[in-house]
């Protein structure tokens, strides 16, 4: 595609967002339509449908399909679409590359292989396969809790593909993602680095990140958009405060309940029916909702007055 | 069930066997069922299909229920079939379960919820849910290394629930099986513990597990078998050197190559076309066919002197 | 040497034993003796002064040798004495092993170098120079999860060295101690493999340890002597109802309190005034001692009551 | 001392000296003081002996006095000496305290408990035991890797106690720096954070520490003093190649060698004999000066060019 402009590179804060389901357990169509735009209206940058925080694992290979396929519909191009598209084996996720390209998506985001814990060299290997065959853009999910992880030298020789144009990482190692800027960036100005994990965005953002997907910011969208804004136009100290109340939110999302419900409950906080998991309820876990709801309107008064 | 006799505890040594695929990365269905004739005419005691040997996430759910499907039948009724059944959730993973008690198997295993780590609460709520409603027995499986662990307070609760008839473990933890033993053990006589390490299966036996399931045995069925033999009747100092011999060929097979890379070259060796890895190869490991096929012959001539 | 004979193999169950402490917090010599007395006459095999659960790091150089010091005198040659002989560095621990030799002691045991966590390589030479420099047999003490890890090959190299004569191992990792013993036996019969986590006691005394270190040792001497005899003479399955009780008074001590000071507390409910720990009390830990009494009073009638 | 100003807080980076050893393994003192003086001319806002990096584990207790006595003597005033104090247990530990004060230390610095890992309870009353009863200021030393961690809720409490005023966080982690700065911040501005991993050494300075203890500025003091000039003055931009070269540096003598040997070598290329290490030579590992002399000059080129 000679005249086609490059490509722009990946920025800003991306929603990995939740599937509303509905009485039946099926997808709900009409309410993940409206999420959608309830988001895109609050700021966020991207969506990124099949996430960890989408729960991709706990969908049909065709729900997950028909996810992103709803998603890329609804946006109409307003933001762009990062779609997750791991499948079982190298040949189903190319067969979802296909599919999600002719969607609409702007490119796709692939887990390391999960379930065994592979080598780098398988990693590298798995990688390379997809890159070499995808028609969309590639790019890596780094989640060393859940998935492979991805070192410095598998991503560096990753990077020398031009179909992979990004790697969000979510591990929360600011030293190790410098790591990974420093073998990348000299021969890739163009390669996103994105931050997975938000109680380290604004150093992330600091120091080099281009943006990021943040379950929060399908909670917060205000908020973690004036993170954003603030850290990348240099006032950095004024949304160090925001962060440090993120950082509440997060934890109590992330360590207060079973991933991903804590973010189920704040999400339905915000006004959206996600439905019942999927994932039958743990009678041991209560999840404290007024908790929830005071931090949320704690942030979103805070974003609201900081100028 | 007035009439029937209650169903044997499961025992003996089940081949979570791999499944051999054609050129085109299909399944080799005619290879596999000489494979699950040779197993059997080797001494195994059951087959187990679609266990993390087995590559189940790397199948699609189809070609998992093709998998089970001609295992019971090239098997027909001569040993048991353990059918791994974890799918995308419990709805999907109910619905296999249907479908594999059609197709004869004796019970399903069911791998604890992997990709996300859910506390103690989410994992007993997660197999409550299918016991309640499994049309099959159900055992446990717990591989804390790959998914979510399964504790001992979990264990005993979901013990209560007869439809649950054993579990097996593959932590390799013999102080932690005790534990669990202790637990279960006097109110359900008939539970079954299966071991899933090879590395200590004498141990294993010897403190009260009625078997196991292990890779080596797809490999050197004879060996497995022997040392299961030697161990029940009374004979463990026999089947010591055996077990010393079987951890050098599991510590390379496990350790020398990604998983399952190292038992697919291995029952090659013994005369199997399994066709290439759905994963693609990784070219910084070279697996030595030539030590594998040393061990091999070692521990096939040990289990033969050995009266 | 060559007219003395070779030294026995070590064996049986050493007592890792607290060091009383008197109001002022200083050693108090009385009890200790006493304790040694009572430990012997319960039937403890030998006595390992300065191990983990003597709280070796949290008494100075001087008071470390004055407490080996008092149970060479005490033991007067009625059972051997391993004594903990790690200190700041080589020198220094050769100085302690001068002094150990002295004393009396059968050997000295040494701990892998702790705090930095040292690779293979610095492991070997450690314990290298020590054991080509000390005037009395040495045992080597791996205990991972505390300090940096003997691996395999490690050991199978300090086992040429004649001055080494045993490990203790407190990994509870049965599959690890086969390996280790597969290793190492071939080439020295004499050496001995000490198992150090008694929640595997039987398991690892069926597979060929000749004994073991067991804090247990130090509440319920009468349990672990019993457990050993009837494992040792082919009763394992008579030991079986023990070894499994014995986890829960294991667990309890291990799990339920800061380390040792659920040791602390049993032996002093066996009648013995071990005085205030060096550790400040914390405030958020109760030990439940009705709770451990009960443990050890059904651990006694148990191991009374077989023959 | 009613008349005293209030001392001021703990600020730029402190240098974890090594100690000079002489031919016989003993201090170099005149090495030592040689040192000290460089260290200081080239930048170095304070010095931190007796901690990791300063072998204190290896030396016996009369040397570790030894060595803050000679340091204190010969800083004379100049930059703020921060004694490593850590002893056996309470009680010793306060005498090194009372001893350090008298040297003329600004504060000591005690790691959390090591050997043993204790829960967040014991750790609270081992610091709170000593921060009632020590004559000197002290800051906590946090060093998840090797010792017990000091968890958020503990350290929110010991910063309750002004005899505590600061805390040096070894684990790297920027989120769990962020969530302890928001519990003690708000009640304590005076409080210190000190980064102790200079892998994310910019980003903890622009999030919130005044400083940090770092092994390379044993190395490059130059360097790492340019960076805390660069990064505290609003130019993080221009520190972020700086940031990213000390990564190499560090994982090298990190990653390469065993702790600290790679520290060891680095400084005798910038003109320091330190002597043979305590710790026997592990032959499996050499050290590439050549490559350590290529980074050092790298970086003090690199820190030289930035204005």
């Known amino acids: 595609m000679p005249d086609q402009p490059p490509a722009q590179k990946l920025a800003g804060i991306f929603t990995p967002n939740m599937t509303p389901l509905d009485e039946r357990g099926d997808i709900n169509e009409a309410e993940l339509r409206r999420y959608v735009d309830w988001l895109i209206d609050h700021g966020v940058h991207g969506l990124y449908p099949n996430g960890s925080t989408g729960e991709f694992t706990r969908f049909t290979p065709e729900e997950r399909r028909r996810i992103v396929q709803i998603i890329c519909d609804q946006t109409r ?53 997809i ?28 990077a020398e593909l031009p179909r992979i144009i990004g790697m969000k990482d979510s591990s929360g190692d600011v030293a190790q993602m410098l790591r990974m800027m420093a073998a990348v960036q ?34 917060v969208p205000e908020a973690t958009r004036k993170i954003f804004d603030l850290t990348t136009s240099g ?11 993120l950082i509440e939110l997060f934890d109590r999302i992330v360590y207060g309940a079973d991933f991903p419900e804590g973010i189920r409950a704040a999400v339905e906080l915000r006004g959206f029916k996600l439905g019942a998991s999927r994932q039958p309820p743990n009678p041991e876990q209560r999840i404290d909702r007024a908790e929830l709801e005071r931090l949320i309107n704690d942030l979103l008064k805070m974003a609201k007055s900081i100028e």
Chains 1, 2, 3, 4 share one sequence.
């Not at 969309?136 to 070192?151: E, G, Q, R």
């Open 186 to 219: 000299p021969h890739r100005p163009d390669f996103a680095f994105l931050a997975g994990w938000e109680a380290v965005l604004v150093p992330m953002l600091l120091m080099g990140c281009s943006g990021g997907t943040h379950a929060t910011s399908g909670i």
């Open 77 to 129: 191009g307003r933001v762009p679409v990062l779609a997750g598209a791991a499948e079982a084996n190298v040949r189903e996720t190319l067969r979802a590359c296909e599919a999600y390209k002719q969607y609409g998506a702007r490119a796709v985001a692939i887990v390391s292989p999960f379930y065994y814990r592979l080598s780098p060299g398988a990693v590298l290997a798995y990688f390379r396969e």
């Open 235 to 245: 006032q950095y100290q004024k949304a160090r405060p925001l962060q440090l109340k």
């Open 131 to 158: 890159a070499l065959n995808s028609p969309i853009d590639v790019t890596l999910y780094n989640i060393p809790m859940f998935a492979s992880p991805i070192d410095v030298p598998t991503l560096q020789r990753l």
